[in-house]
Structures are given as C-alpha cells and as structure tokens.
C-alpha cells in the first residue's frame, strides 16, 4: 500500500525546554510516509542546535530545518511551514508538546473513511513535568461560534489551507480559532473522541502568557472584535455593534451579564433563524449549543433550574426550536448539572475533565 506524504509543521521560538521531546514525538509517530519541517523564528537559545542534533540522530527521517530571516511570530512562521511542505495532508503542533505515537495514522485513517476535509481528536493536559492534569472532551463544530472545539489535535487535506489562504498573520494569539472558524463554513469536520495528543501546560506558554496578562486580554479583544465582523461579513450577514459586541462576551466568556435575557434570546434566535435558512452548521447540534448557551447565561442568576427552565420557555430561541420538546429539556438540564454539579463531583473525586477547548493556540 502506497501512503501519500504528511507534513507536521513545527514552528519555534525559543522552545528548548521541550523541543526535544516535541520532536521526537512527531519522528516516531507509526504512520510511514512522514516529514517534519521544523521553523525557527530566529531563536535567541539553542533550539536550532537541538533540531539538528536530533535530525543526526534520525538520519533516515524527513526533518527539514528552515530558519526565517527575522522573527516574524507564530501564524507567518506557520505559513512559512505550510509553504514549504510537500505532503498531500498537513498538521502542525508546537514545541513543548507531544503527538501520542499513533496520533497521525488514527487521524489519517478517520478522514479517509469518513470522506472528511478535517479531522480532530480529543488530547489531554500535561504538566511540565509530563503529569496528568485533564482530558479535554471537544466538541462538533457547531460550537465554534462559542469556542475552539477543535483543539491541538487534527489533521486537514492541504486543499483547506490552500482555499482558506492560510493563517492571517495579524491574528498572533487567534490564529488558529481564526482559521477553524472560517472552515467551519466551507469544509467538513469529523471528530475522534480519542486521546491522541499532550498539550503542556506552563508559566512560558503562550496560553498562560494570555491568561494573566491583561495587556495581551486587550489585545486579544481587539483582534477578536475585527475577526468576527469579518467572518460576519464574508457570510454577508448583517450584525449591528451591539450584536458583534455581544458575541464577543459570549466568546472571552466576560462581560455576559451586562445583557438582560431579551438581548440574549434575541440574539441566539437570530442565529437560528440564519441557520434554518443558510445551514451553515448542522441543524440538531447547533441548536443544542444555542440552547446550552442560554442555559449558561441563565444559571449564574436564577435561583432554581425550574426557573430558569420557566424563564427559558418564554424565550424565541425556545418556541421556534426544531427539537423535540423532550430533547430541548434533556439539553437544558444535562448542561445545567455540568455547570452546577460536575465541578462539585469532580473536586471530591479528584478527576477533573473539561467539554471545550480553549482558544489559545497548540
């Protein structure tokens, strides 16, 4: 059997802590036809040198070593590395986490049989020293307009990246939301509800960088306030101020309560209603995440779930839902325990996990 070419591109920017790690968790992966193509963002420690001590080490390993001129930050080195990589499929991951070995072959297997354009699979949380933290249980794509419910583990045709013209390099810090988000209109996802990757958590990531600096949450809510009214846009819809201002709280999750439930059921029902017309999404499931993220704005101020379900029967997005009466309850009160309960249930067990993914980067 011929196996078409891979790529993994990993780009670097002063990631010698676990580069080498990260590296070898792509080099020996069981898939076969695999190259590395390794993007130094002119590093100022010695992650080049680790690059090449590894690709001696694995003469007989596709790892390629491209080093940019200047550094010119994480999406324009991921296009650097898309550019120049040869293989028919693409990934990438970053330099302080790992590929579980059979991460590649898994995802290629599924997107063949399933016909998909992407596939992502579920991964868990590590430490710096490796440990287990949680596993992240993602979810469709009909999420995406909430969160990144892709993750750090996937896997697309390089028609996607093409059609898509890459990552936009003034989105640094949302890159990758950015670029799952504009697919989710135009592609087809499939998700694997398998581990098969190890994202490090650490006080040098750049998803810890963006959770304690509040210069870089400014940052983040100006880049992701362009990002929606451009994505609006290419759908030609039309959003006012007040609704691209309230997607965005429902996206940073802050922010939410400045709203009363009127604003809120009318903004979720107005995406319903462009869904029924457009179908951009899967009908059933964004309608379930419309209806979770009513329940989630509900919770925090209603003092009993019978009244926030009392409340949410009042609701446009409600009455003009096209799920059955007995699944729009069964949504409402499976999210609402997750929201009240689990966390309780998890802190006494001591097995934290968590149902979305972050918007920070792999």
Not at 27 to 46: G, K
Not at 271 to 298: C, G, P, V
Not at 309 to 318: D, I, N, P, V
Not at 335 to 356: C, D, K, M, Q
């Amino acid at each position: 059997m011929r196996y078409p070419l891979i790529s993994i591109v990993l780009p670097c920017y002063n990631g010698a802590s676990f580069l080498e790690k990260a590296l070898r968790s792509c080099l020996r992966q069981t898939y076969p036809a695999l190259e590395i193509v390794f993007v130094d963002d002119c590093s100022t420690d010695n992650s080049c040198q680790i690059a090449e001590s590894v690709q001696q080490e694995f003469p007989d390993k596709a790892l390629r070593i491209l080093k940019n001129e200047m550094n010119v930050g994480l999406p324009a080195s991921l296009n650097v590395g898309h550019r120049a990589a040869k293989g028919k499929y693409l990934t990438w991951t970053s330099d302080d986490n790992l590929l579980l070995p059979e991460m590649i072959e898994k995802l290629f297997d599924r997107l063949i049989e399933r016909s998909a354009d992407i596939v992502y699979a579920d991964y868990r949380n590590i430490n710096e020293k490796g440990e287990f933290l949680n596993r992240m249980k993602l979810q469709p794509i009909s999420s995406v307009l909430f969160y990144n419910p892709v993750g750090a583990s996937f896997l697309y045709k390089r028609s996607v990246y093409e059609e898509l013209d890459g990552y936009n390099e003034a989105l640094f810090r949302l890159e990758d939301y950015d670029f799952w988000l504009r697919a989710s209109v135009r592609f087809q996802f499939h998700h694997i509800p398998q581990v098969l990757y190890q994202y490090r958590q650490h006080p040098g990531s750049l998803t810890h960088d963006m959770e304690i600096n509040r210069s870089r949450k400014r940052e983040i809510e100006g880049k992701a306030r362009k990002l929606f009214r451009d994505f609006f846009a290419g759908l030609t819809l039309s959003m006012s101020a007040a609704e691209v201002d309230l997607q965005l709280a429902l996206f940073l999750k802050r922010g939410v309560h400045r709203y009363t439930w009127q604003e809120m059921d009318s903004y979720l029902s107005k995406w319903q209603a462009i869904n029924k017309t457009e179908q951009i999404f899967d009908n059933r499931l964004f309608e379930r995440e419309l209806l979770q993220q009513l329940s989630t704005y509900l919770h925090d101020d209603v003092s009993s779930m019978y009244n926030i379900l009392e409340l949410a029967r009042k609701t446009t997005l409600w009455s003009e839902s096209q799920l059955s009466w007995l699944d729009r309850w069964s949504v409402m009160i499976r999210n609402l325990f997750n929201l009240r309960a689990a966390p309780i249930v998890g802190r006494y067990l001591r097995l934290p996990t968590s149902t979305s993914s972050p918007s920070g980067v792999p």
